[in-house]
């Protein structure tokens, strides 16, 4: 069976485009290129309206991954994505058997993606777009979260999660406590910051939250409220909220 | 009048003095004594606690009547007994109520001034509620006595309390500093061992590689002087990111060169849509920085201007001198700071960096008015002596 894929080659890199074109020149047969685009958003509108069969994408590309570009898609084509990005997440692909092709391009990689695509006339169309973006996205953040930027006018501090003993609000501004005794302020609120911070961070009452790697001693106080002692500079005490007794019950395995 | 020849008396000061040595001296070693004898530990510290009180209360006695008084009538066996038993008295009270003070855990939570005050307070009432009643015993409707009494024993209660007060804040000072010692130095460690992981490895971006690896693959065919021009500055940036030298130090001028040559190869892999501009003040180049510093926050800019807007891009780096230090200025023509910044992987290393070679010395600055740009700040000059 002889059939004809139009393709669109998708890439910021006019460098990653021309190889890829050139490298496609050998199965002029089976791909004709019929368009490029430097970007995602070129890309999508490229799609819409050229209709390809296949397309070659990238992932990483300046203003939306691969992944984004696909989930604003009305036309769904066939899809070999281009990457260089590390063996981590490869593995991402692979259980979700997306095709692909790591860059720099081997010729026989691209010789057994365009043989499938001719063998099955399809290739993974229905891509869980949104569950390998999360995969992703989880990769990254667990990563990358390792401190707390906190600006004071222009300038930004970042307070690493590990030096932070707890958080305490007062008024509009939140303060910060770092372990070794220094005290930083932030606008932000409370609940802003919960979010940002990892699992060790932790609320004891209204307007504290402690660092739980950070607790050096506790003790059960009058009216169900707990004394937390923190390794700080200070040795700080804290008191938990009365409302927060049966959480921290449940939390700390009491 | 009283008997006593003058070397007996000058005998009775010496002994004295020497109990109200022996008992500061056991006073100030209070939580040692008897460690290795008594086990229980109530039992210990109030036999301690008679020891100290024996001594000091026997050191102040021939400043009350009631030592010559008892000698006189009863003898010196009496006399002591009389001494012993007091002492039992004040220890079994007058300690124990103070113990209980120092250590009741409602008490602690008072700030440390105030709960020593009230140690003292206590040991001073409690001291005076025994003393008093013996005394009116001893003599009955004797106001002058009393009153005298009162005094000495305010006098001794408070000087006892103020010996163990003195002695409390100078344990909790040694461990103040003590603890506060430790703690700096885990963080360093902490710190040290950390950022100096990440401050020798994956200086270039491993993605950045593969990409540049992917443009010269095309440029081997399309454009061989370029892919040749690509190929030796990608050798250049990865044989500095490899750091033969093992520091986590580099001149100013290094830096610069290797920021170039990074831009080089951004150039030519985006086809000549960025432009870039060095200002560096040249009095500057022989001085140290972290290595690796300006690289990331370059390769953020061109990943803002350039790669965002895919328009053409100008980047510039400057330095300057300023009081006590240089600064570093990386400016683009992409879209503005975001008003929440979470620094990324790259800038964060650049934080890390800083945070390990120049601690508390250096600030960095994103401002999008008058126009946007990274400053970082470096209070601290270190020239590097070997290139001079």
Known sequence: ?????????????????????????????????????????????????????????????????????????????????????????????????????????????????????????????????????????????????????????????????????????????????????????????????EEKLPDEFYRIQKSYIINKDRIKEMHRHFNSRYLFTMDDKDQTKITSGRTYHDQIKTEFGL | MLAYSIYEFLLLIFICLGMALIGLYLLTNFDKLFTQSIRPKLLRKNVAAFVVIFCITAAFLPMSSTFFYIMEKHGFWWMLAWQTGTSVLLTLIVYNLARFVAENRRFKKLPFIWHQALIILTIIIAGLS?????????????????????????????????????NRYLAKERKRKFDAKELELSRMRELKSKAEL????????????????????D???????????????????????????????????????????????????????????????????????????????????????????????KIDILLRPIEKGMVFEIKDNGPDFPESITPGYGVKSVYDKLDLLFPEQYEIHFSNTPEKKISVFIFKMIKDETTV
Do not use: C, W
């Open chain 2, 130 to 166: 025994i003393n008093m009643p013996f005394t009116y015993i001893l003599y009955p409707h004797q106001a002058n006595v009393m009153k005298l009494t009162a005094i000495s024993s305010i006098y001794l209660a408070g000087a006892t309390g103020l010996v163990y007060a003195m």
């Open chain 1, 1 to 193: 069976m002889k059939q004809q894929f139009n393709a669109l080659l998708i890439d910021d890199e006019p460098a990653a485009r021309r190889l890829l074109k050139s490298l496609l020149h050998s199965f002029q047969n089976t791909i004709t290129i019929i368009g490029e685009a430097g970007s995602g958003k070129e890309a999508i509108s490229k799609i819409n309206t050229l209709q390809p069969d296949v397309i070659f994408l990238d992932i990483q590309m300046p203003d939306m991954t691969g992944f984004e570009v696909l989930e604003q898609l009305q036309h769904q084509p066939n899809i070999i994505f281009t990457t260089a990005y590390e063996q981590f997440a490869m593995k991402a692909f692979e259980s979700f058997s997306i095709d692909y092709l790591l860059k720099p391009i081997k010729e026989q990689r691209l010789e057994q993606s365009i043989e499938k695509l001719k063998t099955f006339g399809v290739l993974n169309n229905q891509i869980d777009t949104s569950g390998i973006r999360e995969f992703i996205e989880q990769l990254q953040t667990a990563k990358k979260a390792t401190a707390l930027p906190i600006r004071s006018g222009d300038r930004i501090n970042l307070v690493r999660f590990e030096t932070i003993s707890f958080l305490e609000a007062r008024d509009k501004y939140v303060s910060i406590h770092t372990i070794d005794g220094k005290k930083m302020l932030t606008d932000q609120s409370l609940a802003a910051l």
């Open chain 2, 219 to 313: 440029l081997s065919i399309t454009d061989g002087k370029k892919g040749r021009k690509m190929t030796i500055a990608l050798a250049d940036l990865f044989r500095y990111s490899i750091n033969y030298s093992n520091s986590n130090f580099a001149t100013v001028q290094e830096e610069v060169e290797m920021t170039e040559v990074y831009l080089q190869i951004e150039k030519i892999r985006f086809e000549d849509r960025l432009n870039y501009f060095l200002d560096i003040d040249t009095t500057l180049r022989h001085y140290l920085i972290p290595r690796f510093l300006l690289q990331p926050l370059v390769e953020n800019a061109v990943k803002h201007g350039l790669k965002a807007t895919g328009q053409l891009t």
């Open chain 2, 198 to 217: 990440e401050a020798l490895q994956s200086k270039v971006n491993p993605h950045f590689l593969y990409n540049a690896l992917n443009s010269i693959a």
